[in-house]
């Protein structure tokens, strides 16, 4: 039983380590966070499947953090795009500058 | 095997089955938007199916307990978060065909920057 | 069905490590901010999963609520900050060169230390072991953090208090008194507003219980206080409630009091307890308990306000007028 786990862990673990392409080619942020996100998802259950096998104290634990921070990291890149649903005006707070950066012209349009 | 082990062992390879589909879809799929719908199954199902085989393995009441409150973290925050992402996709999408519609000879490169490989 | 003997033998690490080598080396190559501060984020939950492997979930839990949120978070705004980067000459090649080579140096140095330790490296294992029972705690790490190593933790919550107050200090003078603003990234979309709603109190359980639960299972103050401060970094982000001012008292008790409360505790024991941080028998666990509780909060609330930044004054009105209606008061 505990190899099963073990190897259903490391499949899965194998699995999204390979989405780690997405995130090195891209294109676009949004595949790189979607592939983080899976990475967080895999991660999460890798952890619940080698804990279980060797019985891990703290694995669960570890895992239940990885699941919340996922959601997390995000909530970071979709606050940092300053973008809400479409056709609402986007990013404008106080003295920051403009946090789509990269070439775009200002906010205020 | 007993039975709980019986179902275990089902219930983790389906889970991994769904993981390793939602990584072809991740890397295979044409689109964000498809991508991301890829991503959620991948969230919801793989990791569904994992807790829900491993629950006849933890300890009882606590571990259990402690899988399911995982379980309801992931499902609830995930299709939380990928209503967020869609909305941001949806966002960027809007302004790069505003842009586009609106090009009055600056030089701002559109914000969407999932077209193939541009390089920025 | 093979039966591998346990742990997992070592050629099941090799996928995770050449992971961490690529993404490493992507993370210094690449040239846009952001995805590199996606990619920092997998990185950490790499590291995170490694150092289990390592055998360490303490460690683990402190990378992940760590490398994976906060640090996350402060990337972001920091790249928001630094702004367009296309008109900054490229470094000349010699000199990144140069660069590349000696940071190649420096890891094949610890790598030759590291390798040619002798196995197994001489540690205090079998010392912390011996006298943990005294401690009454069952975690072996929170025994050396709190109790034979106890001034290196009281003066590393100082350095927390202190780095709140050197940012702070970053704001202009007439801001003084402001709201942090580096958090105000533009309205929220109803899916972060939900999840700003939902996270919370679940972050609040767990980090509450791996505070608790650090005493005798991997866990701690500090990773517990780490996830509070996400929390509430979340709420910021969803506008849900705002940092609080710079001179907001109540702020300034919850950055103070873990690091207050070590040392009174600390000075307390040179008195009943014939040393400086030394435990009068009988009450350890309870005064533990104490210091870890009041780390906690200080340690939370540390790391939210070096996320929120340093004290801004609100933009002129007309931006600002649009935003939906603030909820005032403080998280």
Redesign the interface.
Known sequence: ??????I?G???????????????R?????????????????????????G???D??????????????????????????????????????????????????PA?Q | MSVADAFTAIFVLLGAFFFIAGWVGLVRFPDTLSRLHALSKADNLGLGLVVVGLLPQASWPFGALKLVALWLVAVLVGGATAQMLAGAIQARAGEAGDRVAAAAGTDAAPAVDDGPGAPR | MPDFPLPVPLWADIPLALALLVLALWLTATRRDRAAVIGFTGYGLLAAIAWVRLGSVDVALTEAALGGGLMGLLLLTAAARLGERADQPRPAMPVRLLVGVLCLGVTLALAAVVLSLPAPAPNLVAAVAANQAATELGNPVAAVLIAFRAVDTMLESVVLALAVIVLWSFGADRAWGARPRTLDLGPPSPALMLLGRLLPPLGLIVGVHLFWTGADHPGGPFQGGAVLAAMAALLWLARLGEPPPVSDGLTRVGIVIGPLLFLLIGLAGAVIADAFLAYPEGLTKPLILLIEAAKTLSVAVALALLVAGPPELPAPAPARGETAAEPGGTV
Not at chain 1, 1 to 6: A, D, I, Q, T
Not at chain 1, 26 to 49: K, Y
Request: proline share 4%; net charge negative.
């Open positions: 039983m505990s190899s099963l786990l073990l259903a490391l499949v899965i673990l194998l699995t999204v380590l390979l989405g780690l392409v997405r995130i090195l891209g294109p676009g942020d949004t595949e790189r966070l979607m592939a983080a996100q899976l990475l967080g998802t895999g991660g999460v259950a890798a952890l619940l499947l080698l279980s096998a060797i891990l104290t703290g694995a669960t634990d570890l895992a239940l953090l990885l699941a919340l921070l996922a959601a997390f990291a995000a909530v970071t890149f979709v606050a940092g795009l300053g973008a809400g649903p479409a056709g609402a005006p986007d990013g404008r707070r106080g003295s920051a500058p403009d946090v789509r950066g990269e070439g775009d012209s205020s």
